[in-house]
């Protein structure tokens, strides 16, 4: 393990890193991630965003310094956060020194934890100095071609829309054990008509694949947390429970924008095979995201399993095909759940 302090020409970074080598994939060019506005500020590591990036997510925690705005934790009264004058609004200058200070007693070993639960502005991820996944499928944005070209344990700087951002890369967490109902996804699929209900069950580091559309009571549990919640649903459902007041209570919302190709979920869904499982015939919806499969090609595939293997797939489809995977498994009745990108999903057969 090496730790590494670089001061050199307004770069400021602080690094701790070993010598575990990452899948690293090519930078596109500087002036297509930054403004000519934050190449000349001074206190934003540019020397970051020339580097290639690491492939894959990664995993971050962040002090989030606003300025010319009202702070969307804080409000108007900011302990600490420097005088606001009249409108409540730092201005930039002391925006910018409040990051210098910061990352002087980042340097000298402060926990930048605490520093996020005391100074951040963020109102999702202050407070409890939660880690925050980045992905980098979807629109492009700074944080997107920053946070993976730091290093691990590595701090830099950069602005974003009247804010900066001081950002430490951090190990991802720990594996959480896999809860899908392994016995129900080995059985058969039913070559009849399935319906079905669903709740999805999410957690903070989801909120980037949701576009931010995610609950307050999500933001507030880890992976760990989600999966105890939602064997805790299956159970509760196999014994009886009513399942709209769980839904109203637990479910997230699949954002819809995520790609051209379109597949919507609501509380009930259906999945109909012809004989023995032919091809898909079409993805409209049908009341409550219904979904049918007629005579095409593949009759050896129930629809499900076709569009799985369908390689050009988009990622809803790709994604919440799991769901129809499990319901044409289930028993009337039975309960089981699913994971996807979108988080856990708690799947009941109705007929």
């Not at 939602?230 to 014994?239: D, F, H």
């Not at 797939?313 to 039975?334: D, F, M, N, P, Y």
């Amino acid at each position: 393990m090496r730790l590494t302090v670089l001061l050199a020409a307004g770069l400021t970074l602080v690094s701790c890193s070993d010598k575990k080598k990452e899948t690293q994939v090519s930078a596109p060019p500087l002036e297509k991630i930054v403004s000519g506005a934050t190449k000349l500020d001074s206190l934003v590591s540019h020397e970051v965003f020339s580097r290639l990036a690491t492939k894959g997510p990664v995993y971050i925690r962040q002090i989030y310094l606003v300025y010319d705005k009202i702070s969307p934790r804080f409000g108007r009264v900011q302990r600490g956060h420097g005088s606001r004058g009249d409108s409540g609004r730092r201005p930039r200058h002391e925006t910018i020194a409040m990051v210098k200070k910061l990352l002087g007693e980042i340097k000298k070993g402060a926990d930048f934890k605490d520093l996020m639960v005391k100074y951040s502005d963020d109102p999702n991820s202050g407070p409890r100095s939660l880690l925050m996944e980045v992905l980098q499928d979807g629109p492009p944005t700074k944080m997107k071609s920053f946070a993976p070209r730091l290093k691990l344990g590595e701090v830099g700087v950069f602005s974003d829309q009247n804010a900066y951002r001081i950002v430490k890369r951090v190990p991802p967490p720990p594996k959480v054990k896999d809860i899908d109902s392994k016995e129900i996804l080995a059985r058969k699929p039913d070559a009849g008509k399935v319906s079905y209900k669903v709740i999805h069950v999410g957690w903070r580091l989801l909120k980037q694949i949701y576009a931010g559309n995610i609950s307050h009571k999500a933001i507030l549990r880890n992976q760990a947390q989600a999966a105890e919640l939602a064997l805790s649903l299956v159970k509760q459902l196999n014994g009886g429970a009513d399942f709209e007041k769980l839904y109203k209570e637990f479910t997230e919302t699949i954002p819809k924008g995520i790609t051209k190709h379109q597949h919507h979920f609501g509380p009930l869904a259906k999945v109909l095979e012809k004989g023995h499982g032919h091809g898909d015939k079409g993805h409209g919806d049908k009341g409550h995201g219904g979904h049918e499969a007629g005579g095409h090609d593949d009759a050896h595939l129930n629809p499900a399993e076709r569009m799985a293997r369908d390689a050009d797939a988009s990622l809803k489809a790709t994604q919440l095909v799991k769901i129809h995977r499990l319901a044409l498994r289930l028993k009337i009745g039975e309960t089981g759940v699913v994971l996807s990108k979108f988080g856990y999903h708690v799947v009941k057969r109705y007929k």
